[in-house]
């Protein structure tokens, strides 16, 4: 699990190339959210409809509006100020 962890966390860092160097602080809420992402992947039935419906419009509309919230969950925004 520990493995996994170092390469899931590995794989968020690569996605992020201006970021050189991050604690596992600032990258759990990613992490968390990969986690989430990836059962939700694999129980569609759990998925809220209006993902969906932000996918099928991106798909409509040429947009990336779903990359978009993905990446600003990958910048941290649930971080809480100390």
Partial sequence: ??????????QLMARTPDRPVATHSELHASLVLRDVLRLLDEHPDT???GLAALVAHDAEHGSELAR???????TGCAKQSP
């Fill in 1 to 10: 699990m520990v493995k996994m962890r170092g390469y899931h966390t590995l």
């Fill in 68 to 74: 978009s919230l993905l990446a600003y969950f990958d």
């Fill in 47 to 49: 998925r809220h409809a």
